[in-house]
């Protein structure tokens, strides 16, 4: 009979250095003065209310958790019990040497968002997502806080097709594999045109804020793509997960490599945007496609 595997194998590890600490008799004050100090040094990195007051309400809130879970992540990789999940996020630093066009395509928004609530370890898929969320439920945390982590993790990047304005300024694109039609604002600034494709990350609306949802990622901006090719594609590889939510989700969260597409479609960029060219599965239609050991 096969030992059965953790549901979260790295927060079972998380909580239970927690408790050895806890119920240590002896503490080394020495080492938990610096943890405190770091963590202090960490917060002042939090964005202020007064930054955040000129910003919509949605935005806000959205931009103040991502700096929180920037503490704990940082907090969390210095652990040895996340050293896979540390490693892995490294490995892709180095490579994609994220930080926007013109040194990378791979944009800050889009790689903190990835590094987060993306890059998985483990049979269970544990992100620094799940990590977080695990640990407040047993920790503490605030039900509110640990609920919009859990929002932010259930997000992934998709493709849309930019349908309308409205009268508010708000762009309504539609969603190419679940057809749901949104209004959001779009924190780049992009206002981008009737018909575009755009993969990006987008969080939907919060309780107490507004009614619409934050494309928090730079737009990527595919100018040469056709609805019906993305459609093909995700055709071939959804497969049978296609209509399922949850399946479709995992596909678009773990399967499909969206840093590496980005790399290898990047076709230029303006302030508010990056564009690409290109689909995953099809190298030739990629600028800079070039076969990599993985």
Not at 33 to 54: F, G, I, M, P, S
Not at 156 to 178: K, Q, W
Not at 210 to 232: I, K
């Amino acid at each position: 009979m096969k030992p059965q595997i953790p549901a979260r194998p790295i927060v079972t590890r998380l909580l239970r250095a927690v408790r050895t600490v806890k119920g240590a008799k002896v503490v080394d004050l020495r080492a938990f003065r610096q943890r405190a100090e770091r963590a202090a040094d960490l917060q002042k990195t939090v964005a202020k209310r007064e930054d955040l007051a000129d910003l919509h309400p949605a935005h806000a809130r959205y931009v103040y958790m991502q700096n929180q879970i920037s503490v704990l992540f940082e907090q969390l990789t210095a652990l040895p019990e996340t050293r896979r999940l540390a490693d892995r996020i490294e490995a892709a630093q180095d490579e994609y040497v994220p930080s926007g066009p013109p040194m990378s395509p791979l944009t800050t928004s889009y790689f903190t968002c990835w590094a987060f609530f993306d890059a998985a370890v483990s049979p269970q898929r544990e992100t620094i997502g799940t990590c977080i969320v695990g640990l407040g439920k047993v920790l503490g945390m605030h039900p509110n806080f640990i609920a919009l982590v859990q929002v932010m993790q259930d997000s992934c990047m998709r493709i849309y097709v930019h349908e309308s304005f409205n009268a508010e300024g708000a762009t309504n694109p539609r969603d190419l594999v679940s057809g749901a039609r949104i209004s959001c604002i779009v924190l780049s600034g992009w206002r981008g045109l009737r018909g575009e494709v755009w993969l990006a990350r987008v969080f939907p609306p919060q309780v107490g804020t507004s009614d619409v949802s934050v494309v928090f990622t730079t737009p990527y901006v595919l100018p040469e793509a056709s609805e019906h090719e993305w459609g093909d594609y995700f055709d071939r590889t959804l497969g049978a997960a296609k209509g399922d939510v949850n399946k479709t989700t995992a596909v678009l969260k773990y399967v499909i490599d969206w840093s590496e597409y980005i790399f290898a479609g990047y076709a230029g960029h303006a302030t508010e945007a990056v564009f690409l060219k290109g689909l995953p599965d099809v190298p030739a239609s990629l600028p800079h496609y070039s076969p990599r050991t993985r």
